[in-house]
């Protein structure tokens, strides 16, 4: 018997598929499954472990109509959508700086790799407690002030400008830290991308005569289309799973401190749902701007 | 005239990468100016970044507290083990999912995205349940009703953990890894393959020699990525790793804990002293991701200078 070329292919793919599917299958679907199941429970700790009766949807109820916070800081949270395209582009153009050629490059690499490093988990805890919250309260220090707010509104101040405009400036400037700190992935990714655009197509642009503009707009930035999708996910799960996130905190806070593993499943589910959602939009918007490369 | 405009646009160049630079180097400039502050310093105002007297006390006691050698070696083997099963693994599923067309690609893409959506949180109650009583996918169980033993196996503490979730594509953020290396494959020109068809090359053969190795620029990135997160975890690595041993992060996390009990009591009551430890296990515990970035940024230039010449 002969497998047409077709059916063989399908067949390939599959099996490039299979390990991850597995994997999703033992270590992602099964347990949030099992805390599915949790969320149609009030799941209790008794003598003999956690003990739960079936609830049906009460917990989701009790989520979406009475409980006065979750719905107000879902909505509230939708709002930092605004930053992912500030993210993009700063992050395009800190990758664009970090490709050329010039002396010192490899250090500002490094550099830009920080927030990657201490972004996460434990380092960003301690820096919080220690460092950040050190350079603001211990005023007289001029260079360590300068970023946080407090040095320029000073200066601004001095310079006789009305309070909403610093008021403003002063937001504007604590969202650009904040951009630094959540765009090192990100700016990573868009290095690699660039990265994997071939040299040819630059030089027979520079044959044809093309400036530095007509280069990125007719070259790096339809090439770098997928690279751009892939970023826009990115920050948005980013946004919404990252621990500092209110609602993760609450969900956190609702298992762990007050032991409600069952309402705590039911909102991470809810959750879900929301960000699924958010997703979708984004990705079928954008995917119809996604240029397939054939060069 | 075009001189001078190039000037112009170098000074440019330089001062918005140093105001940047500045920027994201802040904390480790004063990690590293507090670390090595003499106590004395830390309450003379006229002190500010470089400290008058000098004190390496610091690093001292936060590497014995730390044991920083054993948990180093924890850590690298945790980092660098599941980064390489993470490459092959998505490296895999990201070609299929970039070349291939089978049934039910879109729905499995999709649940590609949703374990990165759902945060680990929510799922470590079973995750570690899973781990703890580790049954092989179900086959344990089959296998301990016919033999009548108890065949499941306890994996929380060692290394096993960690790496098969990797092996499988479900380690820390690996649905990211597998979207990087389908965005990167889907990318590179179908020419190559083709030709490798015509060749009479088969599918694995393909992708380990025509596909896999112009890929370098994703390899890196995802090898660093999977990297530090591994290596940066907390949640996950305390669950799995039960009490006996620690990666650098979780020792890290308890050092003020362990730190009193080196140094005796009266530190505690003192904020400076323990700070300057804490600012020096902070600074030894980035110390090896940074240096594995510096190796491993120049291969990702460099493979492209090769391409490049190709």
Redesign the interface.
């Known amino acids: 018997m002969k497998i047409p070329y077709y059916t063989k292919k399908k067949i390939y793919g599959f099996m490039f598929v299979l390990p991850w599917l597995i994997g999703f299958i033992a270590f992602f679907l099964v347990p949030f499954a099992e805390s599915c199941i949790y969320a149609f429970q009030n799941l209790e700790t008794t003598k003999e472990g956690l003990k739960g009766t079936y609830t049906g949807f009460s917990n989701f109820r009790y989520a979406i109509f009475r409980d006065t916070d979750f719905i107000v800081e879902c909505v509230s949270s939708l709002k930092n959508l605004v930053t992912i395209p500030l993210i993009i582009v700063y992050s395009i153009c800190f990758a664009l700086l970090l490709k050329g050629e010039y002396p010192g490059r490899t250090l500002m690499r490094a550099v830009a790799f920080l927030p990657v490093i201490i972004g996460s988990g434990v380092l960003m805890d301690i820096m919080k407690t220690d460092i950040f919250s050190k350079g603001v309260i211990s005023g007289g220090n001029e260079t360590v002030v300068l970023f946080s707010s407090n040095g320029l509104s000073g200066l601004f101040q001095a310079m006789g400008l009305p309070e909403r405009i610093i008021a403003f400036i002063n937001t504007v400037i604590s969202k650009i830290f904040d951009l630094t700190w959540k765009s090192g992935v990100q700016i990573l990714l868009f290095l690699a991308g660039l990265h994997n655009i071939p040299s040819y197509a630059y030089e027979a642009a520079d044959i044809e005569g093309a400036n530095a503009i007509e280069k990125f707009f007719k070259i790096t930035l339809p090439l770098l289309t997928p690279m751009i999708i892939l970023n826009v996910v990115y920050s948005v799960i980013d946004m919404f799973s990252d621990f500092g996130n209110t609602i993760i905190r609450m969900i956190y806070d609702t298992a762990f401190v007050n032991v409600k593993f069952g309402y705590a499943s039911a909102l991470s589910i809810l959750y879900f749902l929301m960000i699924a959602v958010v997703l979708a939009i984004v990705y079928l918007v954008l995917n119809r701007f996604v240029i397939k490369s054939e060069v | 005239m075009r001189q001078g405009k190039k000037i112009f646009w170098t000074i440019c160049?330089y001062s918005?990468?140093i105001l940047?630079?500045?920027?994201?180097?802040?904390?480790?400039l004063?990690?590293i100016s507090g670390s090595i502050k003499a106590p004395t310093d830390s309450y003379d105002?006229s002190v500010?970044?470089i400290p008058k007297h000098y004190s390496l006390v610091g690093y001292i006691d936060a590497f014995k507290s730390m044991k920083y050698i054993s948990a180093l070696f924890g850590s690298l083997l945790i980092g660098l083990g599941c980064s390489v099963f993470d490459i092959i693994?998505?490296a895999?599923?990201g070609?299929?999912?970039a070349?291939?067309?089978?049934?039910f690609?879109r729905l499995?893409f999709v649940?590609?995205?949703?374990?990165?959506?759902?945060?680990t949180?929510?799922?470590i109650?079973?995750?570690y349940l899973?781990m703890r009583y580790f049954n092989m996918?179900g086959l344990f169980s089959v296998l301990s009703k016919i033999t009548g033993k108890d065949l499941s196996a306890n994996l929380v503490g060692s290394n096993i953990a960690f790496y098969?979730?990797s092996?499988?594509?479900?380690g820390i953020r690996?649905g990211?890894y597998?979207?990087?290396f389908k965005?990167?494959f889907?990318?590179?020109?179908g020419a190559l393959e083709e030709a490798a068809y015509v060749d009479g090359c088969g599918?694995l053969k393909t992708?380990l020699h025509i596909m896999l190795p112009n890929a370098k620029?994703?390899i890196?990135?995802v090898f660093?990525?999977s990297f530090?997160?591994h290596f940066?975890?907390?949640?996950i690595t305390k669950q799995l790793l039960g009490t006996k041993r620690r990666t650098l992060?979780v020792a890290?996390?308890s050092l003020r804990v362990d730190l009193a009990a080196l140094i005796g009591g009266q530190t505690t009551t003192d904020p400076i002293r323990i700070?300057t430890r804490?600012?020096a296990g902070?600074l030894l515990?980035?110390l090896p991701?940074?240096i594995l970035?510096?190796i491993a940024?120049?291969q990702?230039?460099d493979?492209?200078e090769h391409?490049?010449i190709k």
């Open positions: 160049k918005i990468l940047l630079a500045y920027q994201l180097l802040y904390p480790v004063y990690m105002p500010i970044w693994s998505c895999l599923a070609y299929g999912f070349r291939y067309n089978f049934p690609k499995l649940c590609v995205i949703a374990t990165l959506v759902v945060p949180q929510t799922i109650l079973p995750y899973n996918f098969l979730p092996i499988f594509g479900a690996s990211l597998v979207y990087i965005q990167f889907s990318g590179m020109s599918p992708f620029n994703a890196v990135t660093l990525f530090v997160w940066d975890d907390y949640y992060i890290l996390s700070q804490i600012l902070c515990a980035i991701m940074f970035y510096v940024q120049k990702m230039a493979s492209i391409i490049g």
